[in-house]
């Protein structure tokens, strides 16, 4: 099967960090743009960041710009996601997507791959 598993998310404090990984499985990554939404209970899914084929081209979403950062390791086929100062909003299920062709690094149509979601709580 051709597939996506994101990984890493946990548990952290406000101001904590973490590392979250999509690693592909059945097709090579490095073909494809990867990008990471999250989804909180309620609300709309809402890009993370975008990353290019070659990982020269990066775009963040509007509400963790600033905190989060990605990259690509495409020798192991794998995706991350750095996030620091977490808070409490950031609290949500991440996913990570891969599309052959995007325009728009968020326009969820254009991913033809999806990984089944990490969950990140942020909680004192």
């Known amino acids: 099967q051709l597939q996506l598993v994101e990984s890493g998310g946990a548990l952290v404090q406000p101001g904590g960090s973490l590392r979250l990984s999509c690693a592909a499985s059945?097709?090579?990554?490095?073909?494809?743009?990867v990008a990471w939404f999250r989804q909180a209970p309620g609300q709309e899914r809402e890009g993370v960041s975008c990353?290019?084929?070659?990982?020269?081209?990066?775009k963040f979403g509007d509400s963790m710009k600033g905190r989060v950062t990605t990259s690509r390791d495409n020798a192991k086929n794998t995706v991350y996601l750095q996030m620091n100062s977490l808070e409490v909003e950031d609290t949500a299920v991440y996913y990570c997507?891969?599309?052959?062709?995007?325009?728009?690094?968020?326009?969820?149509?254009?991913?033809?791959?999806w990984g089944q979601g990490t969950q990140v709580t942020v909680s004192s």
């Open positions: 990353i290019s084929p070659n990982g020269r081209k990066i």
């Open positions: 059945g097709f090579n990554l490095d073909l494809y743009t």
């Open positions: 997507a891969a599309a052959s062709n995007t325009e728009f690094c968020f326009q969820e149509r254009d991913y033809q791959y």
